[in-house]
């Protein structure tokens, strides 16, 4: 069975600093992967996806991520963190074959500090 | 457009109580699919649907029934709420099967005491 790992659930981050968060996955088939933020109170919303091509993708936000097959994963960055950042971040997984069928990590919240 | 739109934002259930969480899009997309959220488990599959008419589960979707008579509309029942049921409920929508790319509603907040 598909699963997807946020190892970090809650991470602080000093305004300016710059921000990973990590992901891995575990799926049998070739897989298509997400990271969405959600503010308080707020839905999700998609920050960027990676289906094939270029393993560095580039999303809204000034975020990117890196897909790294050898390792299972798919982490965010962003150079620097602005208190607007304050949210939290799902990194989620599919495949052409489960359709839109979303696998999603437990999260991790980010703290952004002045 | 509206986008994903969801009613109500917040209710409180007791135990044994029915309702229907409802969920429209005005984006003529063909897969609509609820999730719910739980404190450190991320959202989580409950019920789908990829066109009118058709409709299978998710990863969780015991205690909820759907229908989906219009394209427009995606309401999920509880059938009989128990404390379990409790979270946040999200649904979604994208434009066809393959796109996988979904937008998601504000959520509805349910307690069931």
């Known amino acids: 069975a598909q699963s997807v790992t946020q190892p970090d659930i809650h991470i602080t981050v000093s305004e300016g600093a710059s921000l990973e968060l990590r992901c891995n996955y575990s799926y049998g088939a070739t897989p298509y992967l997400f990271w969405y933020v959600q503010s308080p109170g707020q839905g999700l919303q998609l920050l960027l996806k990676?289906?094939?091509?270029?393993?560095l993708v580039q999303g809204i936000k000034g975020f990117e991520a890196e897909f790294k097959r050898s390792q299972s994963s798919f982490n965010l960055r962003k150079p620097s963190v602005h208190w607007s950042d304050a949210a939290e971040y799902f990194c989620?997984?599919?495949?052409?074959?489960?359709?839109?069928?979303?696998?999603f990590g437990g999260g991790t919240r980010v703290l952004v500090k002045p | 457009n509206a986008g994903v739109t969801q009613t109500p934002k917040f209710q409180v259930l007791k135990t044994g109580q029915s309702m229907t969480l409802q969920c429209a899009q005005d984006m003529n997309h063909e897969y609509m699919s609820w999730y719910r959220q739980d404190p450190g488990m991320g959202l989580r599959l409950i019920h789908y649907?990829?066109?009118?008419?058709?409709?299978d589960q998710g990863e969780v979707p015991n205690g909820y029934n759907v229908s989906r008579s219009t394209t427009e509309d995606f309401p999920l029942r509880l059938l009989s709420a128990a404390p379990s049921q409790t979270s946040v409920y999200f649904c979604?929508?994208?434009?066809?099967?393959?796109?996988?790319?979904?937008?998601f509603g504000p959520g509805t907040r349910l307690t069931v005491t």
């Open positions: 979604a929508s994208s434009y066809e099967r393959g796109s996988h790319e979904q937008y």
């Open positions: 649907s990829v066109g009118a008419g058709i409709t």
């Open positions: 990676y289906f094939s091509g270029d393993t």
């Open positions: 989620a997984v599919t495949s052409g074959a489960a359709g839109n069928k979303l696998t």
